[in-house]
C-alpha cells in the first residue's frame, strides 16, 4: 500500500506518515463528499421513521441492510467488470455507502433497548440485523456475479 | 442547522475513517479487516459516550454525522464475506463475533463513563 521510497531496504522502514497521506487529497475530499451524502440520507431517514422508545429500530435497521445489498453489487461491478475512474470507489463505496450505514447507533440503540427494560426487542434487533445485512451483501453479489456471467457467455 | 451538523460531522468521520483503515491497514499482515474492526469499535465507544451527556446539537455533530460516518456496516459485512469466500471462514466468524461483542462492550464503556462523570 506504502509506496516505496528511497530508504535503504537495509533498514527496517518505520511506519512513514508522510507516503500514507502522499497523492491522498482527492481520495480524502471524495470520500468526505460521499460520507456527507451518505449521512444525510441516513439522518433522512431516522426524520421520517423516528425511533418509538422501547420499539425496534426500523430507520436503521433498514439503512445497514440496504447498505449491504447496494454495496454487494457496486464491489462485484467495480472489482469485474467496470473500468472505472479510481475515485468511483473512495466516493461510493468507502464514502456514501460507509456514511450511510452505521455500526456505532446499531451498538448504541440494542443498548438503550436493553437498558430500558426491552430485551426480547434488543435481542431480535442485534441478531436480525446482523442475519440480515449478512444474507444482503451474499445474494447481492452472488446474483450480480450470475447476472454478469449470463451476460458474458 | 440540524443538517448541517449532520454533513460537518460526517465530513470529519469519513475521512477519518479511510484514513485509519489505510493507516492500520499497512501495519499488518493478516487477512483480519483490523481497519474497519478499529473504526467501528472507536465509533461504538465515542457514540456512547456522547449519548445522554452531550446537548442535542453535540449528538447530531458527534453522534449522528461523525460516529455515523466513522463507522460503517457495509464493509463490515462485506469483508465478513470475502472472508468467508476465500476460505477464511474462521476469520469470518471471528469478525462477526468479535465486533459485535466488542462493539457492544465498547459502547457500554462510554455510556458508563459519561454516567460515573457526569452522574
Do not use: K
Not at chain 1, 431516522?46 to 447496494?70: D, R
Not at chain 1, 452505521?102 to 442475519?131: I, M, P, Q
Not at chain 2, 456512547?48 to 455515523?68: D, F, I, N, W
Amino acid at each position: 500500500m506504502t509506496a516505496p521510497d528511497t530508504e535503504s531496504l537495509s533498514v527496517r522502514p518505520r511506519p512513514a506518515r508522510l507516503p500514507l497521506l502522499r497523492g491522498q487529497a482527492p481520495v480524502v475530499a471524495v470520500v468526505a463528499l460521499g460520507g456527507a451524502l451518505g449521512a444525510t440520507a441516513r439522518y433522512a431517514l431516522t426524520l421520517g421513521w423516528p425511533l418509538q422508545p422501547g420499539g425496534f429500530p426500523w430507520a436503521t435497521f433498514w439503512t445497514n441492510v440496504a447498505g449491504c445489498a447496494v454495496i454487494g453489487v457496486f464491489m462485484v461491478v467495480i472489482t469485474d467488470v467496470w473500468a472505472a475512474h479510481r475515485l468511483v470507489r473512495p466516493f461510493f463505496g468507502t464514502g456514501v455507502l460507509g456514511g450511510f450505514t452505521t455500526f456505532s447507533t446499531y451498538a448504541v440503540d440494542f443498548r438503550e433497548l436493553v437498558d430500558s427494560g426491552h430485551t426480547g426487542t434488543a435481542l431480535a434487533y442485534l441478531v436480525a440485523t446482523l442475519l440480515a445485512a449478512l444474507t444482503a451483501v451474499w445474494l447481492a453479489a452472488t446474483a450480480t456475479r450470475r447476472a454478469l456471467n449470463r451476460r458474458q457467455r | 442547522m440540524n443538517w448541517l451538523l449532520v454533513v460537518a460531522g460526517a465530513m470529519i468521520g469519513a475521512p477519518l475513517r479511510y484514513l485509519t483503515d489505510r493507516a492500520v491497514q499497512s501495519r499488518h499482515d493478516s487477512v483480519f479487516p483490523w481497519g474497519t474492526f478499529a473504526v467501528n469499535i472507536t465509533g461504538c465507544l465515542i457514540l456512547g459516550l456522547v449519548t445522554g451527556a452531550a446537548s442535542s446539537h453535540v449528538q447530531l455533530l458527534l453522534g449522528t454525522g461523525l460516529c455515523g460516518a466513522l463507522t460503517t456496516y457495509s464493509t463490515f459485512s462485506y469483508e465478513t464475506l470475502r472472508l468467508a469466500e476465500t476460505g477464511a471462514g474462521l476469520y469470518a466468524v471471528a469478525n462477526v463475533a468479535g465486533s459485535v461483542t466488542v462493539g457492544l462492550g465498547a459502547a457500554s464503556t462510554g455510556v458508563w463513563l459519561t454516567g460515573a462523570v457526569w452522574g
